[in-house]
């Protein structure tokens, strides 16, 4: 076991840039994956058709395509930048456009915000890597999580709210003053430096990054790097992503996040179309999941990153993921007619703080797995599965509600959360995939 002192914010300056960009992400997301299903479903779609909505989501699933590109040229500060522009001059367009719901346009619309905030949280997750250390990514992880929330209550609850009371034209001007608001701080924020800390470096090969420096060093020109070390280029830089996912235990660790996610993944799916033919407002959904639900979640942010720093890595995903899958029980007495409305309300509380947990202590895995060195690749890598599981998650969610029922569809997918807990927990514990998860896993407070 390896003990380590506790992390303070103060001791992570950074906090305040990784706050404005995740909440950025947060906002658009917030509003198409709350707005969309609640106005199809209005509009008499089924299940199925609305859990196909996640094939929206599929540049989160397959950034790790252009991860390497984003990991290794120009700066991140530019490609910051140039996403978060581009975010807000979509927002601007999508004002003057007439969307009809289920219309093409408004789906490539959507797509192609997926896009460019993907490829704004490939630079930011590296950044993060690069500019923590260990004992500050349970705090960091929480202020990730909480942030991306608070973007789902600006987005989901407020902008859900505009869109109700006033019209699209008004909602996609708010939003982009929300994203041009959250690109402040990136204005004002440094480079980071391109070398790896001392504290962060990859082990799997013990002394050869102080070789290749003391190499360099005593050759007379320190600035130059072996090139063993240097970051792909060319043709390589293509399918450098290809290389990472066979880095020992990356590939293992993908497969544990995929069954750790999939079940609650398939209950998230079915919620809110589960509430709106409960009878519950555009307006009621909109301060319910967007507002409530995603401000608990900022408690169980905070809860998570406190969890975390008393019991370990271990200890808050078996603790938060158990907790998880037993809040989905919740939604199960609701499909089969018990407690109405208050016991939906209930659901959103325990949901949003327990889940947000559960996500909190998962994030900080993915961090300790990745190689500063490689940071957006890996840790890209690892959140693609996330969202894969998600999507898919989605999907089967809404055919099994579709064939069997709302209440059957919950049965399953806490069942196969439980599952999804337990294999993740039973195999890190035996085969914790490399140096960096294993010192994590293992460490005590």
């Keep these: 076991m390896i003990a380590l002192p506790r992390a303070s914010l103060a001791s992570t300056p950074h906090l305040p840039l990784l706050?404005?960009?995740?909440?950025?992400?947060?906002?658009?997301?917030?509003f198409f994956s709350l707005a969309l299903p609640v106005l199809m479903r209005e509009a008499g779609w089924s299940l199925t058709a609305i859990g196909f909505l996640q094939f929206l989501a599929l540049p989160w699933a397959i950034k790790f395509l252009w991860a390497p590109v984003v990991d290794h040229t120009g700066s991140r500060r530019g490609w910051l930048l140039s996403t978060q522009f581009v975010a807000c001059a979509m927002a601007v367009g999508m004002a003057w456009l007439d969307f009809q719901v289920g219309s093409i346009a408004l789906m490539v619309a959507v797509f192609l915000f997926n896009l460019v905030a993907a490829t704004q949280d490939i630079a930011t997750d590296g950044l993060a890597v690069r500019l923590l250390n260990a004992q500050q990514r349970g705090v960091a992880n929480a202020i990730q999580v909480g942030a991306y929330r608070l973007g789902m209550i600006l987005g989901g609850g407020l902008l859900l709210w505009l869109s109700a009371r006033t019209s699209w034209p008004v909602t996609f001007l708010c939003m982009a003053a929300l994203l041009a608001l959250s690109t402040v701080p990136v204005w004002r924020m440094a480079e980071p430096p391109p070398h790896v800390p001392e504290d962060a470096a990859e082990p799997a090969v013990p002394g050869l990054r102080n070789a290749a420096k003391a190499a360099a060093h005593a050759s007379g020109h320190p600035a130059q790097v072996p090139a063993l070390l240097q970051p792909p280029r060319g043709k390589a830089l293509a399918m450098a992503w290809l290389h990472r996912a066979l880095q020992p235990g990356l590939l293992a660790l993908t497969a544990l996040i995929f069954c750790y996610r999939f079940g609650d993944q398939m209950v998230s799916g079915l919620v809110t179309p589960f509430i709106r033919d409960h009878g519950m407002s555009r307006e009621t959904i909109a301060l319910m999941k967007g507002v409530v639900g995603s401000g608990t979640s900022l408690l169980g942010a905070a809860m998570g990153g406190w969890l975390m720093l008393r019991v370990g890595r271990r200890s808050a995903l078996l603790i938060s993921g158990l907790a998880q899958a037993a809040g989905f029980c919740i939604y199960v007495a609701a499909a089969l007619h018990l407690g109405g409305a208050p016991l939906l309300w209930v659901a959103t509380v325990v949901e949003g703080i327990v889940g947000t947990m559960a996500s909190v202590a998962l994030y900080s895995l993915m961090m300790d797995a990745a190689d500063p060195a490689h940071a957006g690749t890996d840790y890209t890598l690892l959140a693609s599965a996330g969202v894969a599981v998600g999507s898919l998650g989605g999907i089967v969610g809404g055919m099994v509600g579709d064939a069997f029922g709302y209440a059957p569809a919950f049965v399953l997918g806490t069942l196969l959360s439980v599952a999804g807990v337990?294999?993740?927990?039973?195999?890190?514990?035996?085969?914790?995939?490399?140096?960096r998860v294993s010192q994590a896993w293992h460490r005590v407070v």
């Design 422 to 435: 337990l294999a993740l927990v039973f195999w890190l514990d035996r085969h914790p995939t490399n140096a």
């Design 19 to 30: 706050l404005a960009l995740y909440t950025a992400q947060g906002i658009p997301y917030g």
